[in-house]
């Protein structure tokens, strides 16, 4: 199988799940000391801010935006089709942008205003981060798709290391900037693990699913 995920990942994913309906729950009942807390983040936040991280910090964002993701996942995705792997290809891009639709949905229902000073650029409702969601989305199918792949030891950890240092400066830069509440980020987080461990339990039934119904992938690997 192509793409797995081992129980362990599962009972985290279900671990995941709940502390984000807690956090969910918690920010929909307007919870006091879950304000404070984000309100102290945010202050502290407020009071390192730097031209040079400024900068950087801005880096982050862009690197992290939900738009960059689905390149991400579609250059990924086009990679994989080069390979003649078309059913991890149709995974990739199914968990991608399903991750952009959930976060939304969730967003709507939630309702969480942004904090106070956020940026104009950004807009919409506050929980979860989609910044976060979109980009610990990527590398968690990185994780499960690419770096297993990888023969050498050390690269894999170097580019394991670069993936995960990237997603944590992509939430420092939502905090950074006010764009987002502690608990959106945290959230963010929790949603995405929880979203591609789901996808990837499904994939075999999926896969299985499109070789015996679909001509295009008759002849793929699963």
């Known amino acids: 199988m192509i793409i797995s995920v081992e129980n362990k990942q599962r009972r985290r994913a279900v671990f995941a799940t709940l502390l984000f309906i807690v956090l969910a729950v918690l920010i929909g009942t307007n919870a006091s000391f879950l304000y404070e807390m984000n309100e102290s983040v945010r202050f502290f936040m407020t009071g390192i801010q730097t031209s040079y991280g400024n900068a950087i910090m801005s880096a982050a964002t862009f690197l992290g935006s939900p738009l960059m993701c689905l390149i991400y996942a579609v250059l990924l995705a086009s ?79 170097l580019i394991d290391w670069i993936l995960i240092t990237l997603a944590l400066m992509v939430m420092l830069s939502r905090l950074y900037f006010s764009s987002q509440f502690a608990s959106d980020v945290i959230a963010g987080y929790l949603l995405a693990y929880a979203w591609v461990v789901l996808c990837a339990s499904l994939y075999p039934a999926v896969a299985t699913t499109l070789k015996k119904n679909f001509w295009a992938f008759k002849e793929q690997e699963i």
């Open 79 to 157: 990679v994989l089709l080069l390979a003649n792997l078309k059913i991890p290809a149709f995974w990739v891009i199914f968990t991608a942008f399903g991750q952009i639709i959930l976060a939304q949905i969730i967003k709507f229902f939630i309702h969480a205003s942004r904090p106070v000073g956020h940026l104009l650029t950004d807009t919409g409702y506050s929980f979860p981060s989609q910044h976060v969601v979109a980009i610990w989305s990527i590398v968690f199918i990185l994780f499960l798709l690419v770096t297993p792949n990888i023969n050498s030891m050390v690269l894999r950890i």
